[in-house]
């Protein structure tokens, strides 16, 4: 069973400049959520999809945006990036929206650094 | 809003000591999940155990169990018999029961930093 992969793992930009991050879902999840983790804080969350719609979004602003694709992977697109960008995304799959467990499962991964 | 508070920045265990990592809740709702994960070095989280608001029994897996009071809004964690692989961030967090609210996300404390002495 393969797990949730991202890339890339590391990353730099410049403000102003946009970015793409991808992810591939854990097989047979079809449901994937994407989460900003600052430099010592918890993961906080930016939005979920599930089947190609986003369906749940926090609390962040239209310059971040995503995709899901019919094969369940997902883009985190992010325009305009300013300093406080600088994060690790992590991207997170489950089996199905609305499942029970509420366990999600993480990759490892993108740290964006915004100079 | 919900919001998860974990006051323990960092903790230090003696190796095969036991351990408890703190974390409160704020919530109006009933019925929700509350979670501890484990982020290691590598980055990736990883769940190590979860609890169902309308169980009164606490959740327990193997060296882990936690202490779940509903009504103090309080949701602390019990690792026994530390091991040097326990070494991680370890953050807490909610998710609402309610149709849909998956597609809240979860909310996470900030973390307590386990350092494991050998």
């Known amino acids: 069973e393969t797990g949730v992969t991202q890339s890339p793992t590391h990353l730099i930009k410049t403000r102003g400049q946009q970015v793409t991050l991808r992810c591939s879902s854990q097989s047979g999840h079809n449901t994937v959520s994407w989460y900003q983790q600052a430099l010592g804080q918890g993961p906080q969350f930016i939005f979920q999809y599930y089947r190609e719609e986003e369906n749940g979004r926090g609390n962040f602003p239209p310059r971040f945006s995503g995709l899901q694709f019919p094969n369940y992977s997902s883009e985190l697109n992010v325009n305009a990036l300013e300093l406080d960008d600088s994060a690790l995304y992590l991207c997170?799959?489950?089996?199905?929206?609305?499942?029970?467990?509420?366990?999600?499962?993480f990759g490892e991964g993108s740290r964006l650094t915004v100079l | 809003a919900q919001t998860v508070t974990q006051s323990q920045p960092e903790m230090s265990v003696q190796e095969a000591e036991t351990v408890t990592l703190s974390c409160t809740y704020d919530t109006s709702e009933s019925d929700y999940y509350l979670f501890w994960y484990k982020q290691p070095p590598s980055r990736q989280m990883i769940l190590v155990i979860r609890q169902e608001a309308y169980k009164q029994q606490n959740a327990t897996e193997n060296r882990f169990s936690v202490n779940f009071q509903k009504a103090a809004k309080s949701f602390s964690l019990k690792i026994s018999d530390s091991q040097l692989g326990d070494a991680a961030m370890y953050f807490c967090a909610y998710r609402s029961a309610r149709s849909g609210g998956g597609a809240d996300g979860l909310t996470f404390g900030k973390g307590t930093h386990l350092i494991i002495q050998p």
């Open positions: 997170a799959s489950s089996p199905f929206a609305g499942d029970d467990t509420g366990e999600l499962f």
